[in-house]
């Protein structure tokens, strides 16, 4: 009889194994959950137009998105000032910066239960769009935690890269890890406390996209992450977040997702783009699963036309051929957004 139990709770233990290491996406909806007058991206460039003193009568590209809005500005303020671009760039960083840094002043950590739905998780990378650090908080407990960044083994040393390039793949790679849980943070966009590497506007969106077509691609016929994939080099770059698209289970909460995110999208895109040509037997190496968990509003008119019914028609049929699987959720009215982002995690867990 103890035999048999014995082996029982052995294969319960070995059905609940993960198969693949969890990562969570997050954006900035945890974020606004506690803080429903976090600033628009809108509202940090019209106050930029405060801060330097230029007329808003000539802002009117409200519909363009928010990258091109910032490089519209910066180039605003170059003619106006007749000064050095990347002097320009640091300059609006810092003061957009100082603007996120106030909305969160008072804020020490993110919802007691988003805390709790994270730790219950027990990711093994997080990867966020944010440019604070609340989630790295959710962690900590009390105890310090030191935030640091370093080159991955295979780069370090690579005398083709100059200087600057060194310093970028730095940044680009921002890392948190806990050694008590184990759990390694990407900042994709940047960080808050390292200007140089946030990202606002195109330019900086396609510095990282070079930099990952030039871990994860190399060679179009030959494309690197597959061979990582096949002899397990993967595990060895845990420094990079783009391959954790190929090698975890990803699942994407409180992010928008937005057409602005093209490193995103990017990613997505070239890793469906293996997939469905199955170059170099791909199917059998991206074994991963990616989940989009979309919360959104419903809306709807007086005739009973849902507008979210179209939208989430269109996502789900443009998911399906990114190899994504797209998990729709209609809620009623912002409030319901925690509720469901709890639901969420406590399904992921």
Same mark, same amino acid.
């Given at each position: 009889?103890?035999?048999?139990?014995?082996?029982?709770?052995?294969?319960?233990?070995?059905?609940?194994?993960?198969?693949?290491?969890?990562?969570?996406?997050?954006?900035?909806?945890?974020?606004?959950?506690?803080?429903?007058?976090?600033?628009?991206?809108?509202?940090?460039?019209?106050?930029?137009?405060?801060?330097?003193? /230029?007329?808003?009568?000539?802002?009117?590209?409200?519909?363009?998105?928010?990258?091109?809005?910032?490089?519209?500005?910066?180039?605003?303020?170059?003619?106006?000032?007749?000064?050095?671009?990347?002097?320009?760039?640091?300059?609006?960083?810092?003061?957009?910066?100082?603007?996120?840094?106030?909305?969160?002043?008072?804020?020490?950590?993110?919802?007691?239960?988003?805390?709790?739905?994270?730790?219950?998780?027990?990711?093994?990378?997080?990867?966020?769009?944010?440019?604070?650090? /609340?989630?790295?908080?959710?962690?900590?407990?009390?105890?310090?935690?030191?935030?640091?960044?370093?080159?991955?083994?295979?780069?370090?040393?690579?005398?083709?890269?100059?200087?600057?390039?060194?310093?970028?793949?730095?940044?680009?790679?921002?890392?948190?890890?806990?050694?008590?849980?184990?759990?390694?943070?990407?900042?994709?966009?940047?960080?808050?406390?390292?200007?140089?590497?946030?990202? /606002?506007?195109?330019?900086?969106?396609?510095?990282?996209?070079?930099?990952?077509?030039?871990?994860?691609?190399?060679?179009?016929?030959?494309?690197?992450?597959?061979?990582?994939?096949?002899?397990?080099?993967?595990?060895?770059?845990?420094?990079?977040?783009?391959?954790?698209?190929?090698?975890?289970?990803?699942?994407?909460?409180?992010?928008?997702?937005?057409?602005?995110?093209?490193?995103?999208?990017?990613?997505?895109?070239?890793?469906?783009?293996?997939?469905?040509?199955?170059?170099?037997?791909?199917?059998?190496?991206?074994?991963?699963?990616?989940?989009?968990?979309?919360?959104?509003?419903?809306?709807?008119?007086?005739?009973?036309?849902?507008?979210?019914?179209?939208?989430?028609?269109?996502?789900?049929?443009?998911?399906?051929?990114?190899?994504?699987?797209?998990?729709?959720?209609?809620?009623?009215?912002?409030?319901?957004?925690?509720?469901?982002?709890?639901?969420?995690?406590?399904?992921?867990?």
């Amino acid at each position: 009889m103890l035999k048999k139990n014995k082996n029982s709770n052995n294969k319960k233990r070995l059905n609940n194994k993960r198969e693949k290491p969890v990562c969570l996406l997050i954006g900035n909806g945890f974020n606004r959950i506690n803080n429903p007058d976090f600033p628009s991206w809108d509202n940090l460039i019209l106050n930029l137009f405060d801060k330097y003193e /230029l007329n808003k009568n000539d802002y009117d590209i409200k519909t363009t998105s928010y990258p091109l809005k910032f490089e519209y500005i910066v180039n605003v303020i170059n003619e106006e000032r007749n000064s050095w671009h990347e002097h320009t760039y640091k300059e609006c960083k810092e003061k957009i910066i100082e603007d996120l840094d106030k909305s969160i002043t008072d804020k020490k950590n993110l919802d007691k239960e988003i805390i709790e739905g994270l730790r219950d998780c027990k990711p093994d990378y997080i990867i966020t769009t944010n440019y604070d650090t /609340l989630l790295e908080k959710a962690f900590a407990y009390r105890s310090s935690y030191k935030y640091g960044s370093r080159l991955d083994k295979t780069h370090a040393n690579d005398k083709k890269l100059n200087n600057r390039e060194r310093g970028r793949e730095v940044y680009l790679n921002k890392t948190a890890r806990f050694s008590k849980r184990n759990v390694i943070f990407y900042h994709m966009h940047g960080i808050n406390v390292d200007i140089k590497s946030i990202c /606002l506007g195109y330019e900086h969106y396609m510095r990282i996209i070079k930099k990952l077509r030039d871990v994860i691609v190399k060679n179009e016929r030959d494309p690197e992450i597959l061979n990582l994939l096949k002899t397990g080099e993967h595990k060895n770059m845990s420094n990079y977040f783009c391959t954790r698209f190929f090698d975890s289970d990803i699942h994407i909460i409180g992010l928008g997702l937005e057409e602005q995110e093209i490193d995103i999208w990017w990613l997505l895109c070239y890793r469906a783009y293996l997939y469905f040509s199955n170059i170099n037997n791909a199917r059998n190496l991206i074994k991963n699963k990616i989940i989009y968990h979309d919360v959104h509003v419903t809306k709807s008119t007086n005739e009973g036309y849902s507008f979210e019914d179209d939208y989430q028609k269109q996502k789900e049929m443009l998911f399906k051929y990114l190899y994504v699987e797209y998990d729709a959720i209609n809620i009623e009215n912002v409030n319901q957004y925690k509720d469901k982002y709890v639901e969420i995690l406590k399904g992921i867990k």
